[in-house]
């Protein structure tokens, strides 16, 4: 099975793919942007995807959003991972010997306080948490940590000084399970699904939002999610994604056909099981 990540080996993107596809034998397709791993999908359409797509500090990844609609590919499940930092360096660097500390700027700002008790160490960011430890093992980087999962550190063979050191230890981030439309149900099962993930546009008219909540709501399905995002190129008009939760298939789908007829455009983006 071939999975497409943003990241490296021991990136919280390897750990959340792992940790979904429990079981299975994985092959990572390593990519260095979001846009890569919708390109990866899309020269091999056995390639599955595994996206960031919101996290309980840093908020959504709007970018993402845009990237998951224009790619054409479907969601085929969700997986919550918890973010733990630990701080790592070469087997003969201690605490003594380090003045620099590398990672990506939001596993950075995470560790604020952390850091902020190390002040003999100079921040520098990196492109991506295992990239920084990977970076300092394969170049020999003395002197230099890097902050990222703690299973990078057997990966790439480093010490491990202090793991859960992020500032706040109720920090999770959402990820998506992604897939070709065609062979989706290969994964899924869409009579037991319970959430499914839509977008769409509505006229610019009063009460246009109030009327489609107001469905979702006589049809007792639950919004986990509301996120608007500017049209391009449309002034002050907007795209709503919206993440609801089911627990009757077909009155979800009524709900659906029921809402449709108010929307300029609406799309369905993944029918799946909740976390």
Same mark, same amino acid.
């Given at each position: 099975?071939?999975?497409?990540?943003?990241?490296?080996?021991?990136?919280?993107?390897?750990?959340?793919?792992?940790?979904?596809?429990?079981?299975?034998?994985?092959?990572?397709?390593?990519?260095?942007?979001?846009?890569?791993?919708?390109?990866?999908?899309?020269?091999?359409?056995? !390639?599955?995807?595994?996206?960031?797509?919101?996290?309980?500090? $840093?908020?959504?990844?709007?970018?993402?959003?845009?990237?998951?609609?224009?790619?054409?590919?479907?969601?085929?499940?969700?997986?919550?991972?918890?973010?733990?930092?630990?701080?790592?360096?070469?087997?003969?660097?201690?605490?003594?010997?380090?003045?620099?500390?590398?990672?990506?700027?939001?596993?950075?700002?995470?560790?604020?306080?952390?850091?902020?008790?190390?002040?003999?160490?100079?921040?520098?960011?990196?492109?991506?948490?295992?990239?920084?430890? $990977?970076?300092?093992?394969?170049?020999?980087?003395?002197?230099?940590?890097?902050?990222?999962?703690?299973?990078?550190?057997e990966i790439?063979?480093?010490?491990?000084?202090?793991?859960?050191?992020?500032?706040?230890?109720?920090?999770?981030?959402?990820?998506?399970?992604?897939?070709?439309?065609?062979?989706?149900?290969?994964?899924?099962? !869409?009579?037991?699904?319970?959430?499914?993930?839509?977008?769409?546009?509505?006229?610019?008219?009063?009460?246009?939002?109030?009327?489609?909540?107001?469905?979702?709501?006589?049809?007792?399905?639950?919004? !986990?999610?509301?996120?608007s995002l500017?049209?391009?190129?449309?002034?002050?008009?907007?795209?709503?994604?919206?993440?609801?939760?089911?627990?009757?298939?077909?009155?979800?789908?009524?709900?659906?056909?029921?809402?449709?007829?108010?929307?300029?455009?609406?799309?369905?983006?993944?029918?799946?099981?909740?976390?």
């Amino acid at each position: 099975m071939k999975v497409a990540i943003q990241g490296i080996r021991g990136s919280f993107h390897d750990i959340a793919a792992h940790q979904y596809f429990e079981g299975e034998n994985i092959e990572l397709v390593e990519c260095q942007t979001f846009e890569d791993v919708f390109r990866a999908m899309h020269e091999d359409s056995s !390639t599955l995807g595994l996206m960031a797509i919101e996290n309980t500090i $840093a908020g959504s990844l709007l970018h993402n959003y845009e990237l998951l609609r224009n790619s054409g590919v479907t969601i085929i499940g969700e997986h919550k991972l918890h973010i733990a930092h630990s701080i790592m360096c070469q087997p003969e660097d201690d605490w003594d010997t380090l003045s620099e500390v590398n990672s990506h700027p939001v596993a950075l700002m995470q560790c604020r306080q952390f850091l902020s008790r190390h002040p003999q160490l100079k921040v520098v960011e990196a492109e991506d948490t295992a990239g920084a430890a $990977a970076t300092i093992a394969q170049r020999g980087m003395r002197g230099h940590a890097a902050i990222c999962h703690v299973g990078a550190a057997e990966i790439y063979g480093l010490k491990v000084l202090e793991e859960n050191i992020e500032d706040n230890k109720h920090n999770f981030t959402r990820f998506l399970a992604m897939s070709d439309p065609w062979g989706a149900d290969q994964y899924r099962d !869409t009579r037991h699904t319970t959430k499914s993930s839509i977008v769409f546009a509505l006229p610019h008219e009063e009460g246009s939002l109030s009327q489609v909540l107001s469905i979702f709501s006589f049809y007792k399905i639950n919004l !986990t999610k509301i996120q608007s995002l500017p049209i391009i190129g449309r002034e002050w008009q907007y795209l709503f994604y919206v993440d609801v939760s089911y627990n009757d298939y077909v009155r979800y789908r009524q709900s659906i056909d029921a809402v449709r007829p108010l929307c300029k455009e609406l799309k369905i983006l993944g029918e799946y099981e909740a976390c």
